[in-house]
């Protein structure tokens, strides 16, 4: 069936009618959207593959038979990871829940039930790895350049902030007086985010050795130019950096560091999680410092941070 013929379907018209309600209604977004899309409109190519036009005929045997699908189907060969799997089926749940507000008959959403997902591992860093990481900025020979990626670390390990928080940064948004600032996280939502004394001293020596006019927290410094070509930037609108650009940071400290295993900058997110639990911060809390929606996102890290059932391991039985 051809693009112009597909367009034509009751399924996929549907589906953009509900693209455009979440873009709209609920602000979601632009990589919500596309994916959605992509999700939602592989389901609706395979309802014409199954002759279903319409939403009505959508029943509990069509799914079974696209999650079937799902489960064969083969992206750069390899097969979909269960998790890759439930986003299809939480988008498809979303779809027909919007489908049942609107009076538009079809299969119920608490009809499709999500798989089991495997128990999620957290990669962290031991709270002297974090260090050795951010000592081995001192190896940096451009002073600005040092200044700012010591910063980037602090901020990241101090805060927990998701990368595409970090880099939407502006210098004005921080209130290093109040040691806080309020970052709009996943779901749009708001969230208030506190830093440590020794975060907004380096980022304080970092803002004020900078002469640019940039309003990113955190900008390129290229400490291959020449020196007047380094003065000609002053006083110029800098870019912020981009997520693979922290992302190339930190693999050139770890490997600077000796740290062999791979550091992404959610390393250092799950790391600032396991440290709060490590020394008895509170599930909820830790959940609020991170902005999950969730508090079942968040007990991934309680069966690596549960100091007391070692203390009830010591107590009771380690007693050879």
Do not use: W
């Not at 208030?192 to 955190?218: G, I, P, T």
């Not at 996102?297 to 007693?319: A, S, V, W």
């Amino acid at each position: 069936m051809n693009d112009q013929t597909k367009a034509k379907t009751k399924i996929h018209k549907l589906i953009v009618d509900f693209l455009e309600y979440l873009e709209v209604e609920r602000n979601r977004s632009k990589l919500t959207l596309r994916n959605y899309n992509l999700y939602l409109n592989r389901f609706a190519d395979f309802c014409v593959k199954r002759d279903v036009d319409d939403p009505k005929n959508i029943d509990a045997e069509l799914m079974r038979g696209f999650r079937l699908y799902l489960n064969r189907l083969e992206t750069n060969a390899k097969n979909l990871k269960i998790i890759t799997q439930n986003y299809y089926l939480v988008a498809l749940r979303s779809f027909l829940k919007y489908l049942s507000r609107r009076d538009i008959k079809s299969l119920a959403a608490e009809k499709i039930e999500l798989p089991k997902k495997p128990s999620r591992t957290v990669d962290f860093l031991e709270i002297e790895d974090v260090r050795r990481l951010i000592d081995a900025t001192s190896q940096e020979e451009n002073d600005l350049t040092r200044l700012r990626d010591k910063a980037i670390f602090e901020m990241l390990f101090s805060t927990g902030l998701r990368i595409s928080e970090l880099t939407s940064l502006k210098t004005d948004s921080l209130n290093l007086k109040k040691r806080e600032f309020t970052v709009r996280g996943k779901g749009d939502k708001l969230r208030l985010v506190f830093m440590s004394e020794s975060c907004v001293v380096n980022l304080k020596k970092y803002l004020d050795a900078r002469e640019d006019n940039s309003k990113a927290l955190f900008v390129r410094h290229d400490h291959k130019e020449s020196v007047e070509k380094q003065i000609e930037s002053f006083g110029k609108n800098l870019t912020g950096l981009t997520p693979r650009s922290i992302q190339r940071i930190i693999k050139k400290y770890a490997r600077l560091a000796g740290i062999i295993k791979k550091i992404t900058p959610h390393t250092l997110r799950h790391s600032f999680a396991t440290d709060l639990l490590a020394n008895g911060a509170d599930i909820r809390s830790v959940q609020e410092l991170l902005g999950h929606a969730s508090i079942s996102t968040t007990q991934i890290y309680t069966h690596i941070t549960n100091k007391r059932l070692r203390d009830i391991y010591e107590k009771f039985h380690d007693q050879q």
